[in-house]
């Protein structure tokens, strides 16, 4: 079936539908969907502004899922918006809302989200700690119960961009989809960690990942695709290990591994903490446990202005080591030895003039979606795909 077929008998679907992918062959038949960045962008702001976000939420939703696939984190991008609709029609996501000051006392602020849209959310949190950390050399931004806030990686690069340095803590909440090390079965959810490093004139470091084996929607994004994950990722809920995502999708589930054993789990609890707990959120135990779509993340975001320091040299301090790390002699299969960031610079450049690849079923997903909020069929068949 080519893609535009597929467009036009999506277009008659007035509920959302979730394909399966076929997980007793593991092996996906369609072929993918190619969409170019700007015509992606522009049908995500017309499905929120159908589901009715106003236009800057709208936007900043488009710019940030598929700036999460053209950076080759398809798991945070458009693949996200089946999900995002069927928690709004649930009543856990709240649109046009905006973060509400809890407790200010200048470099410190906490922030209450509400469930509203994570992009906006942390978009204003954001903006909050660069003002102060500009003013005060240092901020520590508490944001709780915000709707998923994507990839993490974009908000540090959002204090990258002025020229601050940033780390941050995120906890899932709620979702106990990942089993703590030795132990089998979900205890707390994928618990991302980041930090970023601006360079002068250059593009910043930028460190980001989950403290399980992989991202929970990397694991979608295999479901649909009907393809393994990698292995020593997943376990079935008998504690055997598997590569098949089913388990992570259907009854009975499994659980996700952390990364590097003892060192993930330890680092996915301290995310944990810092994030639900200390923001004033919530952590993950039986009684918070979600029942429905929604994501609920909480933030720890602690942004330093480099010049308030006495650290003259750091730019030439960071770049000596970068040009000492890069000329390691590389082992057989690798070419040449990447810093934090780079992959994703690469990829980006890739997909922006190739366009971005989507599965056969999770556009399939993405159009049931459209539909749903009330996208019209010819706006729906007028995306130019491939």
């Avoid at 597929?6 to 092996?27: D, S, T």
């Avoid at 989507?358 to 491939?386: E, H, K, L």
Wanted: aromatic content about 6%; hydrophobic content about 40%.
């Amino acid at each position: 079936m080519t893609a535009r077929k597929r467009q036009r008998r999506a277009a008659g679907i007035h509920v959302i539908h979730f394909q399966k992918a076929p997980m007793e062959e593991l092996k996906s038949s369609a072929s993918d969907v190619h969409v170019r960045p700007a015509d992606l962008n522009k049908f995500v702001r017309d499905i929120w502004r159908s589901a009715g976000s106003s236009e800057r939420e709208a936007g900043l939703i488009a710019d940030h899922l598929v700036m999460s696939n053209l950076s080759g984190h398809d798991s945070h991008g458009v693949g996200m918006i089946p999900r995002y609709v069927r928690t709004l029609h649930e009543g856990g996501l709240k649109l046009n809302g905006h973060v509400q000051i809890v407790r200010d006392t200048g470099a410190l602020l906490t922030l209450e989200g509400n469930s509203g849209f994570g992009q906006v959310l942390a978009s204003e949190a954001m903006d909050y700690g660069i003002e102060r950390a500009k003013n005060l050399g240092i901020a520590a931004v508490a944001l709780r119960n915000a709707h998923h806030i994507g990839r993490i990686g974009h908000w540090a690069e959002q204090c990258a961009q002025h020229d601050l340095v940033s780390f941050h803590f995120v906890n899932v909440a709620g979702f106990a989809q990942v089993a703590p090390y030795g132990g089998m079965g979900g205890r707390f959810g994928t618990n991302p960690f980041c930090a970023a490093f601006p360079r002068k004139g250059r593009e910043p470091l930028v460190l980001d990942f989950a403290t399980s084996s992989i991202a929970v929607n990397k694991t979608r994004v295999a479901y649909n695709k009907g393809v393994e994950v990698p292995p020593d990722c997943l376990m079935d809920h008998e504690g055997r290990p598997t590569r098949n995502p089913r388990v992570m999708h259907e009854a009975p589930f499994g659980s996700l591994k952390t990364f590097g054993g003892h060192k993930g789990s330890g680092m996915a609890a301290m995310c944990e903490l810092f994030a639900g707990a200390l923001s004033g959120g919530f952590t993950t135990h039986e009684s918070t446990r979600v029942k429905g779509s929604a994501i609920t993340n909480s933030m720890l975001s602690v942004i330093i202005d480099p010049a308030a320091l006495d650290a003259a040299d750091a730019q030439v301090e960071a770049d000596a080591f970068i040009a000492w790390v890069k000329e390691t002699p590389t082992l057989p299969g690798h070419n040449e030895i990447l810093m934090p960031g780079e992959p994703e610079r690469r990829t980006r450049a890739e997909r922006a003039a190739v366009g971005i690849s989507i599965d056969a079923t999770t556009w399939t997903q993405i159009i049931a979606a459209a539909q749903a909020v009330g996208v019209p069929g010819d706006r729906i068949n007028s995306v130019p795909v491939r």
